[in-house]
């Protein structure tokens, strides 16, 4: 009862399929870790906001901090995303994935912020009027 | 030809690895090996190039939420004089759906495990209680949504509450057609059992959710605990 049917595959490794779990219980193990791991991060992200253990302008960050690292978690213990050798297509295609939405995001939040810098306050009130 | 010796039922394009096939010689040793696209070790098979091609599709898919994340992230100080999320979000409400939403991802893993060995009960029980973890968060986010448009803060109130509803709302969206379709994964492992069809269409439906849940965490750290500190 191996999950990998063919033995063709000896190269490549399917994006949410385990390289090593052939048992239940490791595989039940890698996936409680990944839980237990998650939960802690998520309960910590929660707490941060609300408390005021982190510098307050600094609180920002730091959630992003936390929920960078509960992606990872998740890549790694639900989707089985790891840097095995087996996984190399599938870690080159989340790598262009990430580039595109570095590049959405980070291009977007430049671009306006930058307009918003850009457009006086009256000139906003101009617009306003001619529009309405 | 004849010397052409390949069955065409298994690999009619003659895309596999055949290092030696019966009747067909190059001068050189080494054939098969080293024609393009064969790779090291011939071609995946369809369960890999399934997964691969449905992985493509969730970064594309995540592509998506980035734009809407942006449109979120550039209008957050858009209100109109409106409420702000200050105003509008309750953190134990957002506690309680990344609760069911995190426990439904662990469920689905263990649903993955129980098919991989066949199980059938523990299969349809995991993919049970992924379901209903999943309808429970998308009952609290329609009922916020509810709550949130009577009080007149509805999407039309300011561009800040318009990206909002369409990020948040994206989000339940793929929540819901994942649950239809995990619906129709318990269906078709109760009538066809584990037909290696029917545990490719599995793991896509796994992949799928856990990479919901990846959003999620990206939606809740940015909407509601960014949304909330000052």
Not at chain 1, 17 to 25: G, K, L, P, R, V
Not at chain 2, 151 to 169: C, H, K, N, Y
Request: glycine letters at 10%.
């Amino acid at each position: 009862m191996s999950p990998h049917p063919a033995p063709l595959d000896q190269h490549d490794l399917a994006p949410g399929d385990e390289q090593i779990s052939e048992t239940i219980a490791s595989g039940v193990r890698g996936y409680l870790v990944g839980f237990i791991l998650a939960v802690l991060l998520t309960a910590i992200s929660f707490y941060v906001a609300k408390s005021d253990l982190l510098w307050g302008p600094g609180i920002a960050m730091g959630l992003v901090v936390l929920a960078i690292a509960q992606m990872g978690v998740h890549l790694v213990f639900f989707l089985h995303i790891t840097t095995s050798p087996d996984s190399t297509n599938n870690v080159l295609a989340l790598a262009f994935g990430v580039l595109i939405v570095f590049l959405v995001l980070a291009g977007s939040l430049w671009i306006m912020a930058n307009l918003a810098h850009n457009v006086m306050p009256d000139q906003m009130q101009q617009m306003m009027n001619m529009q309405g | 030809m004849s010397d052409v010796a390949v069955s065409p039922g298994t690999d009619p394009y003659r895309l596999g690895h055949h290092p030696h096939p019966p009747g067909h010689s190059h001068g050189h040793g080494h054939d098969g090996d080293e024609a393009t696209g064969h790779g090291e070790g011939g071609p995946a098979s369809k369960r890999i190039v399934v997964a691969y091609g449905f992985w493509i599709f969730l970064l594309s898919d995540i592509i998506m939420f980035s734009a809407f994340f942006a449109t979120y992230a550039v209008l957050v100080d858009a209100t109109a004089g409106g409420p702000t999320g200050q105003d509008l979000f309750g953190l134990t409400r957002v506690a309680i759906e990344t609760a069911a939403l995190l426990t439904s991802s662990f469920a689905c893993g263990l649903a993955m495990i129980a098919s991989q060995v066949r199980n059938h009960l523990w299969t349809q029980i995991g993919l049970l209680a992924t379901g209903l973890l999943g309808l429970v968060f998308l009952a609290l986010e329609l009922q916020e949504f509810a709550i949130m448009i009577a009080e007149g803060a509805g999407p039309a109130r300011s561009a800040f509450l318009s990206a909002f509803f369409a990020l948040v709302g994206l989000h339940g969206l793929h929540v819901f057609s994942g649950l239809l379709w995990l619906g129709t994964m318990m269906a078709q492992v109760a009538v066809k059992g584990f037909h290696p069809r029917i545990l490719r269409r599995l793991m896509c439906f796994s992949l799928f959710w856990h990479a919901l849940d990846i959003i999620w965490v990206a939606l809740f750290t940015v909407v509601y605990l960014i949304g909330t500190t000052s």
